[in-house]
């Protein structure tokens, strides 16, 4: 059974900082390019960052220089480093894990809220 766990969530002021990680289990991970996705009540679900399974990252300009994704196969885990959080990130955090092959299922967390208020 695929699982992937998002922790990391929560609480923060504008220009703080909070990590993401998400842990996954039944697939071998370090095969799957992994995705960080947001969406926002009334938005569509957008993609935020991604890393291939050879490490080479990609962002929204929206979030360039202040997120970074990063991933440690060995504890099959990925994570997302925000800094310099705004009002406007905030919003319902999720994982994904992706193989280029649409014969392939992406396999989805349950996401984890991110909350920018002061």
């Known amino acids: 059974q695929v699982q992937l766990v998002e922790s990391g969530g929560g609480l923060v002021q504008p220009g703080g900082s909070l990590r993401l990680s998400c842990a996954a289990s039944?697939?071998?991970?370090?095969?799957?390019?992994m995705d960080w996705y947001r969406q926002s009540p009334g938005n569509q679900r957008e993609l935020v960052a991604t890393?291939?399974?050879?490490?080479?990252?990609n962002y929204a300009d929206s979030v360039k220089g202040r997120f970074t994704i990063s991933r440690d196969n060995a504890k099959r885990t990925v994570y997302l480093q925000m800094n310099n959080l705004k009002p406007e990130d905030t919003a319902v955090y999720y994982c994904?894990?992706?193989?280029?092959?649409?014969?392939?299922?992406?396999?989805w967390g349950q996401g984890t809220q991110v909350t920018v208020s002061s």
């Open positions: 890393i291939t399974n050879t490490g080479y990252t």
């Open positions: 994904k894990a992706h193989q280029p092959s649409p014969r392939i299922p992406d396999y």
């Open positions: 039944g697939i071998i991970f370090s095969i799957y390019a």
